[in-house]
Each structure stands twice: as C-alpha cells, then as structure tokens.
C-alpha cells in the first residue's frame, strides 16, 4: 500500500520539479532575450519575436506576472521546494523516530520540538502570523484575528504527509482544547484515508470547525483527489464542520483566481486572498508568499474573530455564517490551470462556478450574520 503511495508521490515531485525547472528556463530565456536582470509585465508586452519557443516562455511569464507573483517569489518557492525534504525520495524519516506509519495504534513517537530549523521551516511561522499575528501594533502587519491564541502542532514535518500524522494531529488539538484548527497542507494520495476521516468525525463530535486549504495544482477537485477532506465520494459530506479554501489572486479581473489554486464546484466552499500575502517569517523578519496555504488562514482568523465574540455559536454554525456571508461576483475570470501554449489566454467560466458559494470571504459581513444570529 505504502509503495503504491510512495510511487504516486515519487510521480508527482517529478512533475512538479520538471514544472519548476520549466519556469526558471522561460525566465532565463526572456531575461537573455530581453538583455535585463529584471523582467517587467509592460516589456514582456512589448516584447515581439517569431521564435515559437521564446513566445511559450514569455507567456509563461506573463501568466505569472499576471497572478501576482514575481521572479523573486518564485526562487524563494523552489529553494523551500529543492530544501524540503519530502522531495527527497531516499530519505525514510520513520526510521529516526521509531514509528510504525500502518499502526494507528502506535503513538509513541514523535517530539515537542514544533520550531524546527529557522533557516529552512517558515511555512508555520507565515500562516500563524496570518491569523493572530498582534493587531495596531505598528510592527509587520496586523492578523485577521485580535482574541486569538496559538497552538503548534506540527503535524507535516521533514518526509512525507502521513494520515496517521494528520489524524492524530487532529485529535491531539481537539484534545487540548483548539476550537478553529487550520489545515494548510494536502496531497493526493491517502492510502488511510479513514483514519482522518474518525479523526474528523471527532472533531465534529467536540465542536471544532477545520479549515484546510484546497491545494496547488491548478486542479478541479471535484474531479481530482485532494486529501484530506469532508467527503469519500467527492458529494455527500460525511461532516458539517469543515471549510476548504481556494486562493484568488491580487487583481479584481479575470484574473482573479489564483492561477495556481484548485477549485470545485462542490469541494471548494469559498475563496480567500492567498497570493504575496506578507506575513511573519522566522528571525523577525516579514515576507510575501503565495499559495492556498495563505488564503486558509486569512478563514482560519476570521472562524477564530467569530468564535471569540460569539463562543455560543457551534462549529457547524459558523462553517455556514462564514460561506452565507461571502462577498459573491458575478463576473468571467480565466479558469486556474487552463493557459497553456496551444491556449496562452486561458479557458473563461463564471467566478461562480469554482466553489459552492461562488464568493470571497468577508470578515466583517460574518461578524454582522454572527450578531444577527445571535442577538435577533
């Protein structure tokens, strides 16, 4: 079972790396053809060749620049990918810590040590800062919620995401009291898959609302696997208290979606910002990443802004006050994953049709629905 997954894994980090080499080529190339150090959306416009490969490679870019993201965000980005080491197929992080990753019995494993290394580990630090980073302190930047309290629980470490990691991830926070639990991390292979739905059912059963980000590739996920979720058959959710998060970009046009973000008409409840979010890094230090990673958060601070005003209302309730309180568009926007060569424009659908709510998440219309539910 676990070869199977490891040769799902192994297939797609390659793909990935490919993608990633792909995209530090069309920057060299442009650069080179460019004669610049700093490529610009305005010159790659204007940029006018007959060389069929350099015309991919400035698409590329443009695609890139048009979502937000800039040549910088994308070295940090490779260098966490080449860094981390789940993408290192002969490292077999299990044995260090004794742990049997097909016995959800064995437990007694692990450490305390939630920090990790400050040179290479900043994805915890960047999404916690997002939610409860210390509001008007005229320091970095303000999170989304001003009554909230941080528990780590590092749940992906060095290797490979594991459903016993997740699962007893879960259960350890419900446990300890977490009322909002956010879920930045997902793959799409789960060869225990039931092990985190028990875990989720559980949470359900103790009130605590999960917000897990809706992944990277561009995908529907109505159709493609994206792990873990609220749902077996990708219809009928078997839990009421889970909220997955599409990422829209920093434009308010067609490009909206994140070029990059997954979506689903039916597994993708709302949308959040999730593109050059700047946020707390390790060594006191602030910086922009991108990524639904970054938009389940910013929900993630809004549950938690409901949750501390108004604790009377249950999990299931403020899932559907965050959703019924979205702020909806009706506009076309360019499909994530759709530009390609033969198509450098994209494939257009309705906004609407990338999540159930077809909206983007507003923290103060969920506070204003959170009051009204109460106090009518």
Same mark, same amino acid.
């Given at each position: 079972?676990?070869? *199977?997954?490891?040769?799902?894994?192994?297939?797609?980090?390659?793909?990935? #790396?490919?993608?990633?080499?792909?995209?530090?080529?069309? &920057?060299?190339?442009?650069?080179?053809?460019?004669?610049?150090?700093?490529?610009?959306?305005?010159?790659?416009?204007? #940029?006018?060749?007959?060389?069929?490969?350099?015309?991919?490679?400035?698409?590329?870019?443009?695609?890139?620049?048009? +979502?937000?993201?800039?040549?910088?965000?994308?070295?940090?980005?490779? %260098?966490?990918?080449?860094?981390?080491?789940?993408?290192?197929?002969?490292?077999?992080?299990?044995?260090?810590?004794? =742990?049997?990753?097909? =016995?959800?019995?064995?437990?007694?494993?692990?450490?305390?040590?939630?920090?990790?290394? *400050?040179?290479?580990?900043?994805?915890?630090? @960047?999404?916690?800062?997002?939610?409860?980073?210390?509001?008007?302190?005229?320091?970095?930047?303000?999170?989304? !919620?001003?009554?909230?309290?941080?528990?780590?629980? +590092?749940? /992906?470490?060095?290797?490979? %995401?594991? =459903?016993?990691?997740?699962?007893?991830?879960?259960?350890?926070?419900?446990?300890?009291?977490?009322? /909002?639990?956010?879920?930045?991390?997902?793959?799409?292979?789960?060869?225990?898959?039931?092990?985190?739905?028990?875990?989720? *059912?559980?949470?359900?059963? @103790?009130?605590?609302?999960?917000?897990?980000?809706?992944?990277?590739?561009?995908? =529907?996920?109505?159709?493609?696997?994206?792990?873990?979720?609220?749902? !077996?058959?990708?219809?009928?959710?078997?839990?009421?208290?889970?909220?997955?998060?599409?990422?829209?970009?920093?434009?308010?046009?067609?490009?909206?979606?994140?070029?990059?973000?997954? $979506?689903?008409?039916?597994?993708?409840?709302?949308?959040?910002?999730?593109?050059?979010?700047?946020?707390?890094?390790?060594?006191?230090? $602030?910086?922009?990443?991108?990524?639904?990673?970054?938009?389940?958060?910013?929900?993630?601070?809004?549950?938690?802004?409901?949750?501390?005003? $108004?604790?009377?209302?249950?999990?299931?309730?403020? *899932?559907?006050?965050?959703?019924?309180?979205?702020?909806?568009?009706?506009?076309?926007?360019?499909?994530?994953?759709?530009?390609?060569?033969?198509?450098?424009?994209?494939?257009?659908?309705? &906004?609407?049709?990338?999540?159930?709510?077809?909206?983007?998440?507003?923290?103060?219309?969920?506070?204003?629905?959170?009051?009204?539910?109460?106090?009518?």
């Amino acid at each position: 079972m676990y070869l *199977k997954a490891f040769n799902k894994k192994s297939e797609r980090n390659i793909q990935t #790396a490919k993608r990633l080499k792909q995209i530090g080529e069309s &920057f060299a190339g442009v650069k080179d053809f460019l004669g610049t150090d700093t490529v610009t959306m305005e010159a790659l416009q204007a #940029a006018k060749t007959e060389d069929k490969k350099l015309q991919a490679q400035i698409g590329d870019i443009l695609g890139l620049l048009g +979502r937000g993201l800039d040549e910088k965000a994308f070295e940090e980005y490779y %260098e966490t990918f080449k860094k981390n080491k789940q993408y290192d197929l002969g490292f077999n992080g299990r044995a260090l810590v004794g =742990d049997n990753p097909e =016995d959800i019995k064995d437990t007694n494993y692990g450490n305390n040590n939630v920090l990790g290394s *400050k040179d290479d580990e900043i994805h915890g630090t @960047h999404v916690s800062g997002i939610i409860l980073a210390t509001r008007n302190n005229g320091v970095g930047m303000n999170g989304v !919620a001003n009554n909230a309290k941080l528990m780590s629980v +590092r749940t /992906v470490p060095d290797g490979d %995401e594991r =459903d016993k990691d997740v699962a007893l991830a879960i259960r350890y926070a419900v446990d300890n009291g977490a009322k /909002v639990i956010n879920m930045s991390f997902g793959k799409n292979w789960s060869p225990n898959k039931e092990w985190v739905f028990d875990a989720i *059912k559980y949470a359900e059963k @103790h009130d605590v609302l999960l917000v897990h980000a809706a992944g990277n590739d561009g995908k =529907d996920i109505d159709v493609e696997h994206n792990w873990p979720n609220d749902t !077996a058959d990708k219809v009928s959710e078997f839990a009421d208290n889970v909220l997955t998060i599409g990422a829209m970009s920093i434009n308010t046009d067609k490009n909206l979606p994140a070029s990059f973000s997954n $979506y689903g008409r039916l597994n993708v409840d709302i949308f959040a910002p999730g593109v050059q979010i700047y946020s707390t890094f390790p060594k006191n230090e $602030y910086q922009k990443i991108s990524g639904t990673s970054m938009a389940s958060p910013e929900v993630a601070g809004v549950a938690a802004l409901v949750r501390s005003y $108004y604790p009377q209302l249950s999990a299931s309730q403020v *899932k559907h006050i965050i959703m019924n309180s979205g702020t909806k568009l009706d506009m076309n926007v360019i499909l994530p994953g759709s530009k390609s060569q033969e198509n450098p424009e994209g494939k257009k659908v309705k &906004f609407s049709e990338l999540s159930i709510t077809g909206a983007i998440t507003n923290a103060y219309n969920a506070l204003v629905l959170a009051d009204k539910m109460v106090n009518k």
